[in-house]
């Protein structure tokens, strides 16, 4: 019986040993792993800088954010654009491949639209009831700026009706607390972004700080308290900013990521050293006539559309920042780590 169980035990032995022999050592079984990682990573790498070159991404490049008031049947204003314009500036943007995304989105650098496309901003002034007024339905009435971005959005699908508004004490013309809330959280339930600016529509250069923050704290408060969204931007009405630019990204009551300027020109991109948070520049959304010759949306668009290489262009992935490489030196430092040079 000992001789048996000694020659069981053996065999085990045995089988152990040789089962060690065919069998990697641990140490080897990670370093290959990790080879295999850094190899899948780099292979990763050079299909991404493949697509990005494709497409001619350069997502260094310029952002049209278009500037609007009021969409009203007869425009009194240069400000204004009745709703057939308005509807034929949302159909230039959709023929010559720019894709709505959010004042927010700008600013924090979550630009995720499909390879090959160009980013730009719908922003909306001063809260009128010409940009979204609710039937008795909650349906938003027709030639709205509101019911026109989704009608145009369901005639090309893909393309989303996002649009940022910037909210003042007007309240889209309702003045019952409950009917300020239905039109708030109506924007924000169907991916609409809710900006300040400012209770009072007041010039905000040459006031004191305790005005500044007054004014831009306390319709931050009331928009959070009808719709529990807390603005991530603000536009500064007429363009102008305060003696110190960062209380307009700052204050007691508030924090802003991004603060918008009036009509010039295309905003530089949130990953290049030319960005500036606290002085985004937008563009009036007009003809090209008077002094609207250059520095309006027609003439900006041209302008984008004949220099390719100085618009932004998506490679289609949000969390890469794709671009020639001999735009390198622009990259801000903070984006390095999403660099995608090609």
Known sequence: ?????????????????????????????????????????????????KRAAAVKANELGQIPVLMFHRIVPKPQTTDDRSPQQFRADLERLVKEGYVPVSAAELVTGKIDIPAGKHPVVLTFDDSSPSQLTLNAMGVPQKDTAVAILKEVAAAHPGWKPKATFYVTRDMFGKTVREEQAQALLWLKDNGFELGNHTRDHFNLRGRSQKEVEEQIGS???????????????????????????????RGKAYKHA???????????????KAFDPAGIPRIKVMEKKGDCAQFCSEAWLDWLKKNPD?????????????????????????????????
């Not at 807390?230 to 009405?237: G, N, S």
């Not at 991004?258 to 290049?272: D, I, K, V």
């Not at 932004?312 to 040079?341: H, I, Q």
């Open 1 to 49: 019986m000992r001789l048996r169980y000694l020659s069981g035990l053996g065999a085990l032995i045995a089988a152990a040993l040789l089962t060690g022999c065919d069998s990697q050592p641990e140490t080897a079984k990670l370093t290959n792993n990790k080879v295999d990682a850094a190899a899948k990573a780099k292979a990763d790498r050079a299909a991404k800088v």
């Open 219 to 249: 319709i931050g408060k009331e928009i959070e308290a009808l719709s529990y969204v807390k603005p991530v931007t603000i536009a500064l009405p007429y363009g102008n900013q305060p003696s110190k630019k960062n209380w307009a990204l």
């Open 258 to 272: 991004g603060a918008f300027l009036a009509g010039y020109t295309p905003a530089p991109a949130p990953f290049s």
């Open 310 to 342: 100085m618009r932004y262009t998506s490679d289609g992935d949000p969390r890469t920042v794709a671009y020639p490489k001999f735009k390198a030196p622009s990259l801000r430092k903070a984006f390095a780590t999403w660099s995608l040079p090609y």
